[in-house]
């Protein structure tokens, strides 16, 4: 059973910036895709960032430019550098890694608090 586990979430101000890390359990090389979720109090969870297991990356417009997704795959890790935070970016940030296969099976870590005070 693969395990996800996140950490690097915190309080920051606005205009700061923090690393999400996401350790795998075991190698990430079997994982087609890993992402970055959040959910915020009230909404809906949404994809934040994603990467391929080519590095092909993806992001959320409202995130563009400001963060970045990163794995490195002999440390079973991938990374979310968030910069220029703002309030909005507020919610549990939760990883999650994706393997295709027969079917799909998702992969998820418990998720990190990321608070943004103005």
């Known amino acids: 059973q693969v395990q996800l586990v996140e950490s690097g979430g915190g309080l920051v101000q606005a205009g700061g910036s923090l690393r999400l890390s996401c350790v795998a359990s075991?190698?990430?090389?079997?994982?087609?895709?890993m992402s970055w979720y959040r959910q915020a109090p009230g909404r809906k969870r949404e994809l934040v960032a994603s990467i391929t297991s080519g590095g092909l990356t993806n992001y959320a417009d409202s995130v563009k430019g400001r963060f970045t997704i990163s794995r490195d795959n002999a440390k079973n890790t991938v990374n979310l550098q968030m910069n220029s935070l703002k309030p909005e970016d507020t919610a549990v940030y939760s990883c999650n890694a994706d393997r295709a296969g027969i079917v799909l099976t998702r992969y998820w870590g418990q998720g990190t608090q990321v608070t943004v005070s103005s």
């Open positions: 075991g190698s990430i090389f079997s994982f087609n895709v």
